[in-house]
Nanobody, 119 residues
């Protein structure tokens, strides 16, 4: 199974920065696109940012220009640099990986990390 472990969440003041990391182990699976979702209380998870195996990225409109997703396939780490954080960025952040093996494909998720933006 692919394992994804997030770290880097915490409490930050508005306007501040945080960097989330997601360490992953492929364990024989091929990892294709990866990304981050976030979940607000009582809401569905929504896409924040994604990066495919070619390095192409996409972002939710609400985070464009503030967040940057990156991927290091040597260190097996997915990162999300979050700058100019706003109250509305408070959520649980989940990393995911679209994985495939022997014709089967699915999405694997990390356990989530809390980001709280508060003064």
């Amino acid at each position: 199974q692919v394992q994804l472990v997030e770290s880097g969440g915490g409490l930050v003041q508005p306007g501040g920065s945080l960097r989330l990391s997601c360490a992953y182990s492929a364990n024989g699976w091929s990892i294709n696109a990866m990304g981050w979702h976030r979940q607000f209380p009582g809401k569905e998870r929504v896409l924040v940012a994604a990066i495919n195996s070619g390095g192409n990225t996409k972002y939710a409109d609400s985070v464009k220009g503030r967040f940057t997703i990156s991927r290091d396939n040597v260190k097996n780490t997915l990162s999300l640099q979050m700058n100019i954080l706003e109250f509305e960025d408070t959520a649980v952040y989940y990393c995911y990986a679209d994985i495939s093996n022997d014709g089967w494909s699915r999405r694997a998720w990390g356990q989530g990390t809390q980001v709280t933006v508060s003064s």
